[in-house]
């Protein structure tokens, strides 16, 4: 089992910057690709951004050149850089990490709260 623990969320005016952290616990051999997605009330949960173990990634379009996405070099935690902030972006984050050995295993955290004010 992988636990998954966020932090950064909070409150910030429009503009601003946010850096969310995700933290992997236990067993984490085999994970091979980290992401961030988000979601607001009644919206299904969307990707906002991922990479893979080879450092490659893949941003959400409304996310592109705003955010980045960013692992450790234990590749242990994930880390998700929120620049020039809208309230459009306003949501719960979550965080995902995929475990590969002998089949696909997601595993998430609880999510936390990123509000945008205008």
């Known amino acids: 089992q992988v636990q998954l623990v966020e932090s950064g969320g909070g409150l910030v005016q429009a503009g601003g910057s946010l850096r969310l952290s995700c933290a992997a616990s236990?067993?984490?051999?085999?994970?091979?690709?980290m992401g961030w997605y988000r979601q607001t009330p009644g919206k299904q949960r969307e990707l906002v951004a991922s990479?893979?173990?080879?450092?490659?990634?893949d941003y959400a379009d409304p996310v592109k050149d705003r955010f980045t996405i960013s692992t450790n070099n234990a590749k242990d935690t994930v880390y998700l850089q929120m620049n020039s902030l809208k309230p459009e972006d306003t949501a719960v984050y979550y965080c995902n990490m995929i475990q590969r050995i002998f089949r696909r295993v997601d595993f998430w955290g609880k999510g936390t709260l990123v509000t945008v004010s205008s």
């Open positions: 990479i893979t173990s080879g450092g490659d990634t």
């Open positions: 236990g067993s984490i051999f085999g994970i091979n690709v």
